[in-house]
């Protein structure tokens, strides 16, 4: 197997990534995917063989890769062959059917407890925004101080997931926290040590840390605030539809799994026992 073959493709796929605007995390991705093919392929990299694609995807099924890392693998391959090789024909290879679990959502007590057992006030500030804006950890990192409007008591998020530019709530209990965590050279809400903004990994072990002082059991990821932010909404009757521009979803069937979450309705029926 030619290695200098497979870093020449890959080059050609980054280039098409980058020129089309797709994001750091989407080229990532897809490089990496695209190797792992490559070296399962291992020659004849340019030619498609959908019989191989369909044995590479099986082989990740039995290695434990989920339905959605298998569909991952396969969008990259296939923009390869038809965005940078130029293949016309329709490769005719089915995404896999993805699991639907449900989200994992935090009460609103147990909101409080994560961020009442954070020491750090930088750290209580990080958690508290996450939540009463919505925010992934991507985007909470990159938060700058020109991102925030005090006086409407808005968010401007920038290039989030899809390169997609939104606007959200910022929480008017925060605004105090936040002016007073932001120095006149900061660039970034929340700098690392190091200067620069925080890394996700460390945004991540602040709220296992959190989680585990406050003796939650969930299973809960830093993703779960932005979670319990869209059912704590919908709980309060927010329609879907603002929850959906809050949350920056493309299809409001994304939203709608929230629903399935929501008490409004369970806390009213009661059980037969």
């Known amino acids: 197997m030619n290695y200098n073959n497979i870093d020449t493709e890959i080059n050609k796929l980054v280039r098409e990534l980058k020129i089309r605007n797709y994001s750091p995390k989407t080229i990532k991705s897809y490089s990496a995917c695209l190797k792992k093919y490559f070296w399962y392929k291992k020659d ?73 057992n954070t020491d750090n006030r930088k750290h209580k500030l990080l958690l508290s925004l996450s939540y009463g804006s919505g925010l992934r950890v991507s985007e909470v990192v990159n938060l700058k101080t020109s991102d925030i409007d005090y006086d409407r008591k808005l968010i401007y998020i920038r290039k989030a997931k899809g390169n997609k530019d939104r606007v959200t709530l910022l929480p008017e209990k925060l605004i105090d926290d936040l002016k007073k965590n932001i120095l006149v050279s900061n660039k970034y809400i929340f700098e690392s040590e190091r200067g620069g903004k925080l890394a996700i990994r460390t945004a991540q072990v602040i709220f296992e840390k959190a989680l585990k002082q406050a003796g939650i059991l969930k299973k809960a990821t830093f993703h779960s605030l932005r979670h319990s932010f869209a059912t704590h909404l919908l709980e309060n009757g927010v329609d879907v539809r603002y929850v959906q521009e809050l949350l920056g979803h493309k299809n409001i069937r994304t939203t709608q799994i929230y629903t399935h979450v929501t008490n409004t309705f369970i806390s009213n029926i009661k059980s037969p026992l």
Do not use: T, W
């Open 44 to 116: 004849n990299l340019e030619s498609v063989d959908e019989n191989n694609i369909k044995n590479f995807l099986a082989f990740l099924e039995k290695i434990g890769k989920s339905a959605q890392s298998r569909n991952i693998y396969l969008n990259g391959i296939k923009f390869y062959y038809h965005d940078v090789c130029g293949y016309k024909k329709f490769i005719n290879i089915i995404s896999a059917k993805k699991c639907q679990k449900l989200p994992v959502v935090l009460s609103k007590h147990e909101v409080e407890m994560i961020i009442s």
